[in-house]
């Protein structure tokens, strides 16, 4: 059963940075695509950004050019660096692993806040 645990988040004020990590176990790293996405207060979870095996990456317009996804294969982590942070970033951060071969599988952490003050 795959696990992911997330550290890292916190506060931090507007045009600071801040980094979340995530750990996952309990299947082959290499066969998921790893994903981070996040939930504010009132609001739908939303789409953040993905990385697949290859590094290839994917980002939502609104933290494109200050968020950075990046995936260690050897340690078996997924990393979200945050820079350039806002008010609007304030929100439960939650990591996602989604298989993308049979037998397909999607997990979730179990979220880390991260919290902007202006």
């Known amino acids: 059963q795959v696990q992911l645990v997330e550290s890292g988040g916190g506060s931090v004020q507007a045009g600071g940075s801040l980094r979340v990590s995530c750990l996952f176990s309990?299947?082959?790293?290499?066969?998921?695509?790893l994903g981070w996405f996040r939930q504010a207060p009132g609001r739908q979870r939303e789409f953040i950004a993905t990385?697949?095996?290859?590094?290839?990456?994917n980002y939502a317009d609104s933290v494109k050019g200050r968020f950075t996804i990046s995936r260690d294969n050897a340690k078996n982590t997924v990393a979200l660096q945050m820079n350039s942070l806002q008010p609007e970033d304030t929100a439960v951060y939650y990591c996602?692993?989604?298989?993308?071969?049979?037998?397909?599988?999607?997990?979730w952490g179990q979220g880390t806040q991260v919290t902007v003050s202006s």
């Open positions: 996602n692993a989604a298989r993308a071969t049979i037998p397909y599988n999607n997990a």
């Open positions: 309990g299947d082959s790293f290499s066969s998921y695509v």
């Open positions: 990385i697949n095996r290859g590094g290839y990456t």
